[in-house]
């Protein structure tokens, strides 16, 4: 599988976030923000939030002194053979805090051996998952989540899909066109929420975020009846907004 090269991270990227965890991690009886920042290079007025999304999802936290260690997040997710079964349940704790806070059904879907999965989602009563009446790994070019998978492929990697699922017209706005997919797909801007405006089915809308953790191929999506499609757009930048703790856990 080919894939793009990446652009260029943000200041607050994960790596960033790595950074400080390593930091923590070498000072066992704890460590202040001040020694953060400084063994990092990161300035206060960048560490501050990273600290505490670290605080919030448990991977460091706070002694008597107000320095910061290592969290029982970060303990369970190094922790051996218990290693996947502990991710799967911080990142399934994650996904219901985020369904919560957009108001809608959120998908983690990754790229794997060639083909579009729906590794975990979190849904509700009030927040209901999207009706699968076609397999996703079908329709990757009509779906949000299934096109921002594809922008982070290079052309022949995105070809390589098309040859083996071929694009259907599933709604009347599904695009049906290689040409136009792809120029769709170039000219996405990385930082921007990927759409899908009854592409996919009729009545349902939805949208994705990368997730950029290594080399692998993943992306965040959420899906919203048509009603409530005012949404979308302030759904979509608070699930953008709300991506990193995914990525973190990910990249851990």
Known sequence: MALKPEPTAPFHSVQYVLRVLETVSRHTGGCTDAQIARETGLPTGHLAPLLAMLLREGYVERVSDGAYVIGDSLVLLGSGASRQQALEAKLQDTLAEIRDSVGAAVYLSRYVDGEVRITQ?????????????VDFRSAAHASALGKCLLTQLDRNGRRDHLARHRITRFTSRTITSEKLLFSKLDSQPPTVPVLDLQEYAVGTVCAAVPLTAGSAVGCLALSLPIEHAHRLRSAADKLNRKAA???????L
């Open 245 to 251: 703790p995914v990525v973190l856990s990910l990249a």
């Open 121 to 133: 989602y979190a849904d509700s009563p009030h927040a209901p998952k999207v009706n699968e009446y």
